[in-house]
Nanobody
Framework: VQLQASGGGLVQAGGSLRLSCAGSGGTFSNYVMGWFRQAPGKEREFVAAISWSGKSTYYGDSVEGRFIISRDNTKNTVYLQMNSLKPEDTAVYSC????????????????????WGQGTQVTVSS
């Protein structure tokens, strides 16, 4: 199973970016998919997760109302639309596949994910 994140870059505060996470080598349509981020010197932070069907979405408090997670199971791809970006959103963003088959257990914890992409850098300038 491989996950490839892309779409990061440098953007001014208030701008938008769309991240993509393409999966290969395994099944993704029956698993929660998540996005996490980690800034230098900080712990990994939950950003967003989406159920296997895409009907349910979950967000970290710091991004609620600004970010939107979605998925296209026909393409094995998960997206993260990031709007109204702030300098504090600067981090490496990684996508991950949940351990559990069609379960919503502890989806905000990185320990519940066993396949991770390599991460993509997002830098927001003030």
């Amino acid at each position: 199973v491989q996950l490839q994140a892309s779409g990061g870059g440098l953007v001014q505060a208030g701008g938008s970016l769309r991240l993509s996470c393409a999966g290969s080598g395994g099944t993704f349509s029956n698993y929660v998919m998540g996005w996490f981020r980690q800034a230098p010197g900080k712990e990994r932070e939950f950003v967003a997760a989406i159920s296997w069907s895409g009907k349910s979405t979950y967000y970290g408090d710091s991004v609620e109302g600004r970010f939107i997670i979605s998925r296209d199971n026909t393409k094995n791809t998960v997206y993260l639309q990031m709007n109204s970006l702030k300098p504090e959103d600067t981090a490496v963003y990684s996508c991950a596949r949940n351990i559990y088959y069609r379960r919503l257990d502890a989806l905000r914890s990185g320990d519940s994910y066993n396949y991770w992409g390599q991460g993509t850098q997002v830098t927001v300038s003030s």
